[in-house]
Every structure is written in C-alpha cells, then in structure tokens.
C-alpha cells in the first residue's frame, strides 16, 4: 500500500511520515500491523471528539439511511444544515445569526472575502504577517508568509499586511480598507495570543473607519481554547466569523457566519454571488450538528482548561523554553530546529503522533482530541520528556 501511495496519490512534501492506518478510535490510531499510536495532533485540530466518536458515527449513520446529496447548496430545505444553523447561531452573538455551509476552512476565508468586499463596497483587505488562513488563492492572498506564496504570484491585489500585537500598524487601517482578516490566535505562527487589548484596539479602528473585523477561528473554534469560539476570552465580536476543522469531528467542513443583513448581499447582483455543490451537504451536517451538541452539552469546554494546566504541569525541562497557546491549541518552543525535528521523529518511533507548525520552526505541535483523558495526556508528557531527556 506504501508504494502505491507514493506512487498514486499526490504528496505534499518529498517526504511525508507514511504511517499506514488501519483504524482509528477515541485517542488512538492503529497502524497496519496493529500498533496502537497516541494521537496529540487531533487531524491537526480537526478531530476535536477524537477518532470515531460513536455519537458522530451514528449522526452519519442515520442520515445516510436518509439521503445523501440531493442539490446544490441553498436550493433545497434539509433538516440537518437547518437544525445545525439554527442551533449554531444560539451560541454566537446576536450579529452572528446567519450561516453559509462550505467544504472547508479554505472555503470559507474565500467567501467572507467576497462577502466583505460585497457588502463595504471596497476592495482593500488588510492581513497580518504570518497569518495562515488557506491554499486557495484569496486564502493564500491573504497568508502573510512570502516564502509559501512567491511560487504562484501574481495572486489577487489590493492586500495589505499588519504586524499581529502591534498597536501603532493599526494606523494601516483607513477608509478605503473592506476587512481586516486576523486569526484569533495565530495558528502557523506559533499559537500567537493577541495582549494588551489587541482585538479590541482592532475592533474600535475598524468602527471608526467602517471596515469589517473578519475573524478565522478555523483551527481555534468549537471548544479548543476552553470557550466555544477563542474571540470570547477578549470580549470582542467580529462581523465576520470563519470556522471550520473541528467543526464535524474529522469531516470536510467549513463556514462564514455574518448577519442576515449582510449575508443577504450575496444572493442579487450578481445573483448567486457565492456558490457550492457539496456545501451543507446533510452527512457533513448531521456531524456537525453532532458534534456541537456534544460540545456544548458536555463538560468538555471546562475540562480544556484543566487539561491544559495538566500538559503546562508536566511539560517542564530545560530543552523547553515556553509553552505557547491556550486550552488545546499548545505549541512546545525550543532554542534549535534539530530538537523539533527529532522530537517529532523519535515520537513517531515512539507512537506518539506530534506534528510542526508551518511557519514557526522552532515549534512542535499538540492539539489533541478535547476527550483525551488525563492518563493520555500523562502517557504521552511522559514519553516526551523521556525523549528530551535522551537528546544529545
């Protein structure tokens, strides 16, 4: 099967880790030859429930028996996207009411950039340096990292960037500006929190010059930082909101959430102003509406906080220089990028899944399931300071 996954399926990199699975269950994924390895990457964020959680799976079930695709998106009434919107936009603040169902995050950041655009009636967009938000080409646009973008130039005008955390950049903003984009953590960066009342700075310049906040919550959102979405921790709403990744438990999914008045722009001139085959699709959307129940009715928001006080407790050498991030979006940060680099690598030995950070080197990843237990999380602290410890 290796060979033909080299051989048929287009890679990404010359060298991906190749681990051939068999299945995959809660906080574990089991390898061909029947090797069970711990998962501390969740799909990079994605299986916010873990692997196969069984309420996901019977949502998938059930609406498979049912029916499957039947139309292009916002032609038909389907129950699933229905109830999903619905229940979704009880926990979003009252501007937040009105959801347009994509395929990915991706997707997403490319229909609140027509959507923004749409609606001001301008066409400057305003980013930050090392802003990860997608591989399409608005999405790749707006990524603030040249190195990822100077291969497919020329990409779509009229973007400006912003340097995260800094106040006197917001200066940047002016009346020509649509949007400001800003993942609510930064992700690819190194999970960058915003301090000093960044956003809410954020917030009261676009107020003042009439461009819209557009916040990504693609990776950050559904219960990840220890809130449902990470923009409740810092008191602000955006205009915009873009989510995705843990949104269906590990399904292709994504979102731009706006208010009814702003979203109604897309449908008339031009008519059909965004459009989708497979957005809203029921499965997709039984497992979505799935998996927010589950997180919003269950405990597991309070014990994101708890679990990650028990990683920052056990997460202590001297190899570590900080333990960046909040909740379950934590990133291990270290002096050279050879420890990175073996860390990842003798884990996998080890089957212990870690992962890198796009643009931040020095950087290992754990974002693991939100139904990780506390003895996973042990196992797991445990082997890697072992593997610290034995780094030469």
Not at 379 to 387: A, H, K, N
Request: contains cysteine; hydrophobic residues 40%.
């Amino acid at each position: 099967m290796k060979d033909d996954f080299f051989k048929y399926q287009a890679q990404t990199t010359p060298h991906p880790l190749a681990l051939e699975i068999a299945h995959a269950k809660g906080s574990y994924i089991y390898d061909t030859e029947g090797n069970a390895h711990l998962d501390f990457v969740a799909g990079v964020s994605a299986c916010c429930l873990g692997h196969c959680h069984p309420k996901i799976v019977q949502a998938i079930k059930s609406q498979t028996d049912k029916y499957m695709h039947v139309m292009v998106y916002g032609e038909y009434v389907q129950e699933p996207a229905v109830a999903y919107t619905k229940l979704l936009a009880s926990h979003l603040p009252k501007n937040l009411e009105t959801t347009y169902l994509v395929n990915s995050g991706t997707e997403a950041i490319e229909g609140a950039l027509k959507l923004a655009r749409r609606y001001t009636g301008r066409s400057e967009l305003i980013a930050a340096n090392n802003a990860y938000h997608g591989n399409t080409m608005g999405s790749l646009s707006v990524t603030g990292y040249e190195a990822r973008k100077s291969a497919f130039r020329p990409l779509i005008p009229n973007v400006r960037f912003i340097q995260f955390n800094s106040l006197s950049d917001l200066e940047k903003i002016t009346k020509k500006t649509a949007a400001v984009l800003l993942e609510t953590i930064q992700g690819g960066a190194g999970f960058i929190l915003p301090k000093n009342d960044y956003l809410k700075e954020v917030r009261q310049r676009c107020n003042e010059m009439g461009a819209l906040l557009i916040l990504d919550e693609i990776q950050p959102g559904f219960g990840r930082t220890g809130k449902l979405f990470a923009f409740e921790h810092f008191d602000i709403t955006p205009d915009i909101l873009v989510v995705g990744k843990g949104m269906a438990s590990g399904l292709p999914v994504g979102a731009f959430i706006a208010s009814h008045k702003m979203m109604a722009t897309l449908q008339e001139h031009p008519k059909l102003g965004h459009i989708t085959t497979f957005g809203g699709n029921p499965v997709i959307a039984a497992a979505s509406l799935a998996t927010l129940k589950e997180v919003t009715e269950s405990q597991l928001i309070t014990y994101t906080l708890e679990k990650e006080q028990l990683f920052r407790s056990l997460l202590v050498h001297p190899l570590i220089k900080e333990v960046r991030g909040k909740g379950l979006m934590l990133a291990l940060l270290f002096e050279k990028i050879e420890i990175v680099n073996y860390l990842v690598l003798e884990a996998a030995k080890k089957r212990l899944i870690l992962f890198w950070l796009l643009f931040e080197p020095k950087a290992v990843r754990i974002s693991p399931p939100l139904t990780i237990s506390e003895e996973e999380i042990k196992i797991g602290c445990l082997q890697i300071v072992d593997l610290l410890n034995a780094y030469q």
